[in-house]
């Protein structure tokens, strides 16, 4: 039996035990996976060059080499995330995905009338019947023109917009940008010509306030050729629509445009699936609590769903269009204010429907918790071969 015993042990010892190593370990966590001390551990990083104390952090790659010297076999140890667990991320397939309208956002400087654009194109693209139209501002519209559905967002979807592209997350399709005959290109202009151009988007220019004496529309398309925003009629490539958001000229032809070049950009989502995308705007109401107007990508959204954006959970209590019409659903590039949220979430977070409230909760908490770390500074030194190549 002593024997069995000593052979057993022998066999054990040569057996290499197999660790477990995420994508960054602490070097104290990684010796009580190998069954080591943390003097061991520290020396053997030594002699590879890598000071490092048991509480500093070290990736994978060195841990790994780390974890082969001293005789271990290594496994990648790969995390689900409660994030992961929770949020649906698979690929579409093609035959899943339908015609879904462009999101269309007005840019431009200060008064050159973006605000005044979009009050004409909703008051004159009501269907009939629909008594009243749109009363209350809301961050975000759909109308119909020549049978085709266009969402507008309406400022303040700046502060949403720059929220978004520094996460590099994109809700629009195509950018109009309002540039006042009268005034010309000014700083906020450049600064939307940049926003839409890291975003990739088409932009098509309204030239706005045409109905003023002084309006110059060849001096601003010359201004705009120092942007790389060359008309066609001069050989580029850029749409330019002489606009006036007072007496309405020009704006079917602008509407046209967006159509078109909506269309040649086959803008497809699937209604299939449960609803993500972005939070537009949001504010506390005092009678009815956190409210936010929410842009619908990719799913579908219905009454009663659970939902989690940036670090609020709610569920959907009630949903409305700018119309101040009740919604059960709302699909793909609907726009619709809903009510329910447990706490007002930012402009520009994103959201997803989820199916499991609990642990939204617990994602939520997690996510606080990890805004609140970034916030205190970064916790232990961390180190890597890599750190010594690079000096
Ligand atoms: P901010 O939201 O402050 O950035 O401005 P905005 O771009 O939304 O401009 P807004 O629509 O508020 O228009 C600014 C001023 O220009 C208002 O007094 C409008 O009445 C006027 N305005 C807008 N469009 C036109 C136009 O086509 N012709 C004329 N004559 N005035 C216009
Ligand atoms: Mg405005």
Not at 27 to 41: C, F, H, P, Q, Y
Not at 154 to 182: K, S, W, Y
Not at 241 to 263: F, H, Q, R, W, Y
Request: charged share 25%.
């Amino acid at each position: 039996q002593e024997k069995m015993r000593r052979l057993q042990l022998e066999i054990a010892k040569k057996t290499p035990l197999t660790v477990k190593i995420p994508d960054e370990i602490g070097v104290g966590e990684l010796a009580s996976r190998m069954k080591k001390t943390g003097a061991e551990v520290v020396k053997t990083l030594m002699k590879n060059g890598v000071m490092a104390s048991l509480s500093d952090v070290i990736d994978f790659d060195t841990a790994a080499i780390i974890a082969e010297e001293m005789g271990c076999k290594v496994e990648k140890e790969v995390i689900v995330t409660i994030e992961e667990r929770l949020i649906d991320t698979a690929e579409d397939k093609e035959e899943d995905l339908l015609p879904r309208a462009p999101v269309v956002v007005v840019m431009g400087h200060v008064d050159h009338g973006k605000t005044s654009l979009l009050d004409y194109i909703r008051n004159a693209n009501v269907a009939s019947g629909e008594a009243g139209g749109i009363t209350q501002h809301i961050g975000a519209y759909q109308v119909q023109v020549n049978g085709q559905t266009i969402t507008f967002l309406d400022t303040p979807g700046h502060e949403a917009f720059t929220a978004m592209r520094a996460r590099g997350a994109m809700v629009t399709d195509i950018a109009i940008l309002v540039v006042a005959a009268d005034d010309g290109i000014m700083p906020q202009t450049v600064e939307s010509i940049n926003h839409a151009k890291a975003a990739k988007i088409p932009i098509i220019v309204a030239i706005n306030k045409m109905d003023k004496p002084e309006a110059n529309p060849d001096r601003i398309k010359q201004q705009l050729t120092e942007y790389e925003l060359v008309p066609e009629e001069w050989g580029g490539d850029t749409i330019i629509c002489p606009i006036s958001a007072k007496t309405g000229e020009g704006i079917d032809n602008l509407l046209e445009m967006v159509n078109l070049t909506a269309e040649m950009q086959e803008l497809k989502a699937n209604p299939n699936r449960s609803a993500h995308g972005a939070v537009i705007e949001a504010r506390l109401d005092k009678g009815r609590g956190p409210v936010a107007t929410l842009l619908v990508q990719n799913g579908t959204l219905k009454q009663g769903d659970v939902i989690i954006a940036g670090t609020a959970v709610g569920r959907v209590r009630a949903m409305t269009n700018a119309r101040g019409q009740k919604l059960t659903e709302a699909g793909p590039s609907v726009p619709v204010e809903i009510i329910g949220m447990g706490e007002v979430p930012g402009a520009g977070d994103d959201f997803h429907a989820v199916a499991d409230e609990r642990m939204a909760r617990e994602l939520v908490e997690q996510r606080k918790h990890e805004q609140k770390m970034a916030a205190s500074g970064p916790v232990g030194h961390k180190v890597s071969l890599e750190d010594l190549f690079s000096q």
